[in-house]
Structures are given as C-alpha cells and as structure tokens.
C-alpha cells in the first residue's frame, strides 16, 4: 500500500441540520469523523480540520482561517501540517461514515497503479494529479479522494494568489479546475462509501446501512 497522509475536514456550519456538530453525531454507535478517522488509520499523519472534542492521541487538530472559512480554506490549514515529503494525501469530509479502508484502498491503487507510483510503462507524472469517487448520479464527490500532495500544494498556491492572499470562501471546484482528476464509480460490495450526510434523514438512512 502506498504511504499516505489524510486530511478530515470537519468544520462545515451544518445550516440544513440546525448547526450542529454534524461530524460529532453518531452512525452505528460511533461519531462520524471517528469513523472516517478509521477508514484512515494506516495513514500518517492524520489531521482532522475542525472542532473536536475527544479524538485519537495520534490525529492532529487544527482550524482553518478564518473559522468557517470553507472547505478551500480547511484544506490549507490541513495541508500546512503535513511533512514537506509527503507525496500522497487523502482528503474528505468528517461526514462520510460508510467510508471503509477498502474503499480507500480503491483510491490509491487507481492513482498509483504500480508500487512503485508509476503507470505501466510511463513515468509518475503521466497518471492523475487526483482520483475521487463519483455517487450514484455520477456527481463527483471531491472530498471522498486521494491526491499527489505537491499538485493540490501547487493548485492550492495558484487560487490563493488569484483571490488576493486567501482561500476563504473559494469552492472545491476551483480549487481543483485545473487537476487532472480521474473519476471513479465505486463497484465494491458493502455501503456506498461516498454516501455524505447533510440532512437528519441522510444520517438515518447511513444507520440503516450499518446495521
């Protein structure tokens, strides 16, 4: 498997649920953002973005700038933490409680399809900058994938000098327009691992599937 780093964003304002800590509520007797946290727990380090209470000795904790900024700007203060050597991350939302390793597993293998990191009979550069999971409607879910962490570093920089010295309040697609970014349907057994949770009945259906 290839060495990887993760960043969990957890910090959304939840407007449809109330505003509540939505990553803190439970699915299958276990918070979200520990779930997701599970799915990742080869990965190192491990950094959650947001509010948290009680998390793994090992996850690091941060906030973006400002508080409520946006996923582009959790995004940064997620990747401001990693080691300058880190060449894979994963990056998802706090709100994905069917995530499983298996799933992100899938991930890595379809960036990095030799162990070496190299596509059959080419070179690192010639494979996606990033792989993401589609849904059922074949919607990309951008914050259900895995990325060569100097590429999102460097399409990261490129926005913020547009935007005038900061990411807050850009969008995920910004952010990766100019990525080359392979979709993926998810074809494994099990939960659909992209499943997010914006709504009370969305977490009901996700209890429903882990039973």
């Known amino acids: ?22 990553p803190a509520l439970p699915v299958g007797g276990m918070p979200m953002r520990e ?12 950094i ?16 973006e ?21 880190t060449t894979t991350v994963a990056l998802l939302a706090a709100d994905l409680p069917l ?6 597993g899938v991930l890595l293998r379809a960036l990095h399809p030799e162990p070496d990191g190299a596509p059959p009979g ?3 550069d010639d494979g996606p900058d990033g792989v993401c999971l589609l849904d059922d409607r074949g919607r990309r879910q951008p914050l259900c994938g895995v990325w ?3 590429a999102l570093r460097d399409a990261l920089a ?40 914006d709504t009370d009945s969305d977490v009901r259906r996700a209890e429903e599937w882990t039973r």
């Open 1 to 22: 498997m290839t060495a990887y780093a993760a960043v969990v964003l957890a910090g959304g304002a939840a407007r449809r649920m109330g505003g509540r800590d939505k």
């Open 35 to 46: 779930r997701v946290l599970a799915a990742v727990a080869d990965a190192a380090p491990r």
């Open 48 to 63: 959650l973005v947001g509010p948290a209470d009680a998390v793994p000795g090992d996850v690091l904790v941060t906030r």
């Open 65 to 85: 700038r400002p508080p409520g900024g946006g996923p582009v700007a959790a995004t940064a203060a997620g990747l401001a933490l990693l080691p300058p050597d």
């Open 99 to 104: 995530l499983t390793r298996e799933a992100v």
């Open 122 to 124: 080419g070179h690192v």
């Open 148 to 150: 060569r962490a100097a």
């Open 158 to 197: 490129r926005l913020v000098g547009r935007r005038g010295g900061t990411p807050d309040g850009a969008s995920m697609r910004e952010l990766l327009a100019e990525l080359r970014v392979r979709d993926l349907a998810w074809s494994g057994s099990g939960p659909p691992p992209w499943f997010d949770c």
